[in-house]
């Protein structure tokens, strides 16, 4: 199974790897976050990070940042080999969650379903009126269609 690693400022890497537990709590031990502090150094950063790395005790690794250029991106960059991990910048939850779904996948298509679902996670929302509600939200003549 391959191991993620939220590598982001912090408290953002805890904040999404708990929002992911709270829906799939089995998977805690194969995905990890890393808080990178404001002023911890990079060097500093990256031996946490390969600490986190090597406590997920997998052969695969996606490893997800939030910013591209910050500096938990240039961390996880030095971790990404391009042959055990992948790195994806500009983590949600959307992205996350569908990382969790698909992590017996390939290392190639699991980085392509996150991609994927961190983009499909992000849309307009018109109507100020919740969309899981049951009962009539709008006139008769309106049709619902959802993904």
């Known amino acids: 199974m391959i191991g993620i690693l939220i590598v982001a400022h912090a408290p953002l890497a805890s904040a999404l790897r708990e ?10 031990s194969g995905v990890l ?7 911890a150094s990079p060097e500093e950063s990256l031996i946490l990070a390969k600490a986190a790395m090597a406590k ?15 500096t938990p991106s240039n ?5 990404n080999d391009g042959i055990d991990t ?7 939850l959307p992205m996350l ?11 190639d298509a699991l980085a392509a379903r996150a991609q994927a679902g961190g983009a499909q996670g992000i ?25």
Do not use: W
């Open 123 to 147: 849309m307009p929302v018109d109507c100020t009126a919740p969309q899981n509600q049951s009962g009539p939200r709008h006139a008769p003549s309106y049709h619902d269609h959802q993904q």
């Open 75 to 79: 961390v996880a960059q030095k971790l």
């Open 56 to 70: 997920l005790n997998t052969a695969e690794v996606l490893l997800l940042s939030d910013v591209f250029g910050a």
């Open 97 to 107: 969650l569908r990382s969790v779904c698909y992590r017996h996948e390939s290392l």
């Open 33 to 39: 976050a890393l808080d990178i502090a404001p002023h």
């Open 86 to 92: 992948r790195l994806l910048a500009g983590v949600n």
């Open 19 to 28: 929002c992911a537990l709270h829906v799939f709590p089995e998977c805690a």
